[in-house]
């Protein structure tokens, strides 16, 4: 049977070949090449399998901490090393696979997390929960155990988040691979795949956020701003912005933000929160993953209010 899965390509310089992958961050090991010397290593796609160009590719706090193995291994969220890694990615389709529908080569794709499809939480729509989540996104191979990136002498990991998109190409999965209007800046859409739905989903389904409630957000990098455009999208009444940093909070103010603090200006977040909604909030979402923040964000709830983090 074939693997309905794809390839994500950079835009190619006359000199490259197609079909070879440079790593832009170097593959990560106990020899790591010089700071920004990519390495050329073979993606062996399947004639089911269909390549993309991709354009551009969003840098993560996962990203970064698997690459300085945070958390310390044997965590299970380490992953093996070397690995590609990159998982917010976008581009053009360059070729499909025979057992790829829907796709076809110059659609322009969203590259997001990977799922198997098969499980109980996959066929009922909600792949986010899929049983084998680990092994398809971090586990740097394909579900089956095979490998899609290949490297001369040494050994090299792939498909992490279903992608690896921090190379000149990604081999992808059609699961994994969303077509978008042709006409959208594909360097503006890469963070859609990861961060943006992380945001905006918490808000929109996760909580289920209607009209007239009250949203606190934590932390206002891309998934906190997400968050923050949600929350103005269901018509909110009270969206509060919290941060550090003066330059995003005023993009959050930009973006819906009712409200806005700056951690570093009050001594007690959760009485600062209060002091927006006394009742407390209905929705708060912590996004930094600092401990106090999450005592923060709980004792800043109203009656019957949830959070997330």
């Known amino acids: 049977m074939g693997r309905p899965d794809v390839v994500a390509a950079a835009e190619l310089r006359s000199s490259e070949t197609p079909g070879v992958t440079r790593d832009p961050c170097e593959p990560l090991g106990p020899r790591r090449s010089p700071r920004g010397e990519g390495r050329p290593v073979r993606l062996a796609g399947h004639r ?11 840098p993560h706090g996962r990203d970064r901490h698997l690459r300085h193995r945070r958390p310390r291994p044997p965590a299970a969220d380490a992953g093996p090393l070397p690995v590609v890694l990159g998982h917010e990615g976008a581009g053009v389709v360059e070729r499909v696979g025979s057992a790829v529908t829907g796709l076809e080569p110059g659609d322009h794709v ?6 198997c499809g098969r499980c109980p939480s996959c066929v009922s729509a909600h792949p986010a929960y899929c049983d084998l989540a680990w092994e398809a996104n971090f586990a ?6 095979t490998q899609g990136l290949h490297r001369t002498g040494a050994e090299l990991h792939g ?28 360097e503006l859409t890469a963070p859609l795949g990861c961060g943006l739905q992380t945001g905006a989903g918490t808000v929109l389904q996760a909580f289920s956020a209607s009209p007239g409630v009250s949203i ?19 018509g909110a009444r009270a969206v509060v912005a919290v941060d550090v940093d003066a330059a995003r ?44 923040n999450l005592t923060a964000a709980v004792d800043s709830l109203a009656p019957r209010g949830g959070w997330g983090s």
Do not use: C, W
């Open 140 to 145: 740097a191979a394909r579900l089956d155990g």
């Open 159 to 186: 498909h992490f988040f279903g992608q690896s998109s921090f190379a000149t190409h990604a081999l992808t999965h059609q699961r994994n691979t969303v077509k978008i209007p042709p006409d959208i800046p594909l």
């Open 216 to 234: 606190g957000v934590i932390g206002v990098g891309a998934v906190g701003l997400a968050a923050v455009m949600a929350g103005n999208v269901v």
């Open 48 to 58: 089911d399998r269909r390549p993309a160009a991709r354009r551009g590719a969003g």
């Open 110 to 115: 969203v590259l997001s997390y990977h799922s």
């Open 249 to 292: 909070l005023d993009l959050a103010r930009d973006l819906g933000a009712t409200h806005v603090i700056d951690v570093r200006d009050t001594a007690d977040l959760s009485t600062a929160l209060r002091g927006v909604t006394p009742r407390g909030l209905d929705i708060v979402l912590e996004t930094s993953g600092r401990a106090k």
